[in-house]
């Protein structure tokens, strides 16, 4: 803990957001820039998390009918620019391999590129090409589909200004891609698939997401529909936690993924794809962090609970160590969401204060502390990072309430979280009040301003100009609650659909 | 099956050794090859295989005090320059990133690579330097140390004769990378782990392996010492399945990575890697599959039985699937090898016979026929796929016996390839002998000869150009059972250890 400022986390959210989210990064070693521009290194306890993550998503994958496969890491230059919108946009950004191997330079004493490729390879930016490449050759009939293969993978995507998580020329994903024979049933597996990140969002992440639809400008290039979650964080700016698309016969057509169904006809292929990446984690430090430092739901934290033993000398030590031992013990033998309670025992020689303030900021949702005073009375001194509440607790009692108290940190940061987005979501019906909405006081040093605007708007191009000049997008159409037409809050024409208007990541 | 020629792949292991391994993975739908030359897709059969031996191997580096973590996949050339042997051995054969873009290319109306990049990036072939380079920065102190650290990743080595699994430009592998403060320790290390991939090559894949050091020849590019895993293939040949390096202080001191120690003195540290890969499933395919297909041992097959349903009309349909569900929950709720039984139900409309060799063809251990004669008795027909043993039994006795059944399969493969190592293994003591084993007596179509030969050596320099002349390697010179001095085989001279020399994958 930073005693000058009181909070572990220096700069605090209000003073320097962004630079509170790098701090709370370093401090719970979770990750780190490598000298590879752009790429990051994940370190071992923001990898855990992202194990259990997949863990999680992967299982839902399954039980939606889907297996895991791998695909190349390279893309054929040609095969990009089968389909013209998606080489737009993706070609601006990606790393190009153009030779096979090095030579000696005679000139520098180092080396240099040698072997020119006939043709150049992209390193995978996304898989719909060589994916689709693929399933032409594998489905010729009705009875092939539908496929249902998911991947996870790394791909590169060149970015100029990149930021831990959020946004890094190298992430890691998971790739969906399937193929149907009707348009009703793709676009059925687009929305089931949305449904899933939902789920796994609100229910596991603690991160409460509206889902909807993305107007034409923002779609995935190449997609009929684009789907996505979007999330608010704690600086009230909107972050798309993850993407379903419905690509119609555009990349069936570009590739050749035709059937002969039925009746013997032959038709094109309805495909979809579907993805969420390690940008899951920046949405979840936004989401739940504080000055303190890393805040993780216990549905997902790399560690439920750290033992920190205390003593003044050997023969404490050894008594109080064996309590903790068997305390773990006890501890581990018990499952939370379909996980054993992983418990770490802390016995480094560091001082209490700096071990305790270790954790603290790496997010352990309970820090149990045992000295020879809790041990005389068979309890523990227990703390919750969620609430910071902190209590004597007899052994057996936390025993007996582990899962419930656990239970209560996830639905508490859930509440939380919902409870800030409700705070800052409102109605705007008009162009003044949108105006001041996304308008901060301090156009020099922005305060936390705005939120999601809910309006109504007729059409994306008549709304542009003012977005461009507030620098706020639409996120989504809302799929849910949003039947009733209305007014549109800038050209007053009739409208079908409220839209949520916000600043993004 | 081919009636014609009575086995389900054609050509036999025995016909043409090669074109058989590519069918049996056609036929197991394991991989195929991509349209980027040298990389594979790995199917949905063949990445389930590949998840079933990470979960085991990820299970076992975290019980030896490993943690996971993810590196860059691109390494800036000049780090690839700074240890001299290691860019000796792979820069001839790596991917190279040039360009950060495409632009439309008005000669071809296609697309070109456009923003150069300042310093070219390598696709990484293995992790040694990138990883050291943040190691650098991770290690300050001897309270710093170990680091042990695993990647799962993707690698790339630009190959120009590719094979499916057992060589491919890019495959899929795990690298352990781990920091010490002593020689001792860090040599410890490196063969703790080479145990590792001993126990699970013998446990888990049932394939016997011999560990030991490889010559100087044969290191790794910039080790001390590599040991390896070296088992033997059904055409007799061996195959390296996993190697484990003691780097010395080779990378420590081409990357500076180095930390204070108790008496404040500055020392370079001590650094290991070691891995395995895809390539594991080629050793798999090679060591138990047969001519009706692959085989494979229950502890890590993505499915352990198959249940199809025999019947001639809907209302026996209906009977049989309901009788066929019930046992399926019931197989489900076993657990074997820490890992709950996994059973795949077939009702395709397909005729018996093609469904039947379509899992005789996958390896799946257990096949299990259920029709209204077999209900009638409340049993099963069952199959076995590693002895194609069939048999009826009740209901009661496969649920009863289910557990031990797969254990004396998983023991049975072990033992089959342990037999078949020990039969082709052979002491020898001269040069025409050893000319003679490994010489075929059809030189224009070479039968299946020779296998390991266990010689003693007294110098890798002076048999090496018997070696290359009879196309042979020295695999390792085994750990076990090899103390006794004896006399080189070639030269007379005395010699210290017995090497296992074969032709190799
Ligand atoms: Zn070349
Ligand atoms: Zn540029």
Request: net charge negative; glycine share 6%.
């Amino acid at each position: 803990m930073n005693k000058a400022s009181k909070t572990a986390i220096s700069p605090t959210r209000a003073e320097d957001y962004p630079e509170w989210y790098q701090q709370v990064i370093r401090h719970a070693d979770l990750a780190e820039n490598s000298p590879v521009r752009g790429c990051m290194v994940i370190k071992p306890w923001g990898y855990a998390l992202w194990e259990n993550m997949q863990r999680v998503l992967d299982k839902k994958f399954k039980e939606t009918g889907h297996q895991n496969a791998y695909f190349p890491l390279f893309i054929p230059m040609s095969y990009l620019e089968k389909e013209a919108e998606h080489v737009e946009g993706f070609a601006k950004e990606c790393a190009v391999v153009t030779h096979h191997r090095l030579e000696a330079d005679p000139e520098t004493g180092g080396l240099r590129p040698a072997g020119p490729l006939e043709e150049p390879l992209i390193v995978r930016p996304t898989s719909e090409t060589i994916i689709g490449a693929m399933y032409a050759k594998w489905v010729q009939s009705y009875r092939d589909l539908p496929i249902l293969i998911n991947q996870w993978a790394n791909v590169v995507r060149w970015e100029m200004r990149t930021r831990l998580f959020l946004r890094t020329a190298e992430f890691l994903w998971q790739e969906g891609h399937t193929v149907h024979a009707t348009k009703e049933e793709a676009i059925e597996e687009t929305y089931k698939m949305l449904d899933v990140y939902a789920d796994f969002a609100e229910n596991y992440m603690a991160v409460p997401v509206i889902k909807g639809e993305k107007t034409a400008g923002e779609r995935f290039p190449g997609a009929d529909i684009t789907v996505s979650i979007e999330a608010m964080m704690q600086d009230r700016k909107a972050l798309q936690a993850g993407t379903s698309h419905f690509l119609g016969q555009n990349f069936s057509r570009a590739q050749e993924i035709k059937f002969q169904d039925q009746n013997s006809e032959i038709s094109y292929a309805w495909t979809t794809s579907w993805g969420v990446s390690t940008r899951l984690i920046g949405a979840l430090i936004m989401t739940h962090s504080d000055d303190d430092g890393m805040v993780i739901p216990p549905k997902i934290a790399p560690a439920h609970a750290v033992i920190l033993p205390i003593y003044r000398d050997e023969t404490q030590r050894a008594e109080v160590l064996a309590y903790c031992q068997e305390l773990k013990q006890e501890l581990s033998k018990q499952a939370y969401a379909g996980r054993a309670i992983e418990v770490e025992l802390d016995d480094r020689d560091l001082r209490g204060g700096e071990k305790k303030w270790y954790h603290v900021k790496r997010g352990v949702p309970l820090r149990i502390e045992v000295g020879p005073k809790d041990m005389a009375k068979d309890a523990v001194f227990l703390a919750r990072r969620d609430t910071g509440k902190q209590e004597s607790m007899g052994r057996a009692d936390l025993l007996a309430n582990l899962l419930s108290i656990l239970d209560d940190m996830q639905a508490n940061l859930l509440t939380r979280a919902k409870a800030m987005r409700e705070e800052f979501t409102q109605e705007i019906n008009s162009e003044a009040e949108f105006r001041k909405y996304f308008t901060p006081k301090n156009a020099d040093n922005p305060e936390f301003h705005g939120g999601f605007a809910m309006c109504y708007f007729s059409s994306e191009e008549e709304v542009q100009p003012l977005l461009d000049e507030l620098k706020v997008t639409i996120r989504c159409i809302p799929i849910d609650d949003n039947d009733t037409p209305g007014i549109c809050f800038l050209t007053g024409k009739p409208a079908e659909k409220k839209g949520v208007f916000a600043k993004a990541y």
